[in-house]
Nanobody, 127 residues
Framework: QGTLVASGGGSVQAVGSLRLSCNAS????????LAWFRQAPDQGREGVEH????????VYADSVEGRFTISRDVAQNILYLDMMNLKPEDSGKYYC????????????????????WGQGTSVTVSS
């Protein structure tokens, strides 16, 4: 089992909701910057959101703004992604990622900024 464990994926109908969790309690380092990425079948990985250590700054992809909310429980070292008004195009595998240094971008959630990754959890949204 890895040090970042994502859970909460499943199948849901369009406009439904899901909450994803990522347990980082066994992460080797102090997780300063945490993120969610997703990958649809036959597509590249897309940065969804990332959040600073304090939770004070969150960066959203345009495609999820207003529908997805990232948050973190600092004491428990758990990252969440609350997804509302889901669309079929939100389907894919969702990965949590961590960095043991401050978030490097305030604009984009970029793969190269996160050295450590969880195994992913699948989300399927049907129309």
């Amino acid at each position: 089992q890895g040090t970042l464990v994502a859970s909460g994926g499943g199948s849901v109908q369009a406009v439904g909701s899901l909450r994803l969790s990522c347990n980082a309690s066994k992460y080797t380092y102090i997780a300063i910057c945490l993120a969610w990425f997703r990958q649809a079948p036959d597509q590249g990985r897309e940065g969804v959101e990332h959040i600073t250590e304090s939770g004070g700054i969150r960066v959203y992809a345009d495609s999820v703004e207003g529908r997805f909310t990232i948050s973190r429980d600092v004491a428990q070292n758990i990252l969440y992604l609350d997804m509302m008004n889901l669309k079929p195009e939100d389907s894919g595998k969702y990965y949590c990622a961590a960095a043991h240094y401050p978030c490097r971008s305030t604009v984009h959630t970029r793969e190269q900024d996160f050295p450590d990754w969880g195994q992913g959890t699948s989300v399927t949204v049907s129309s």
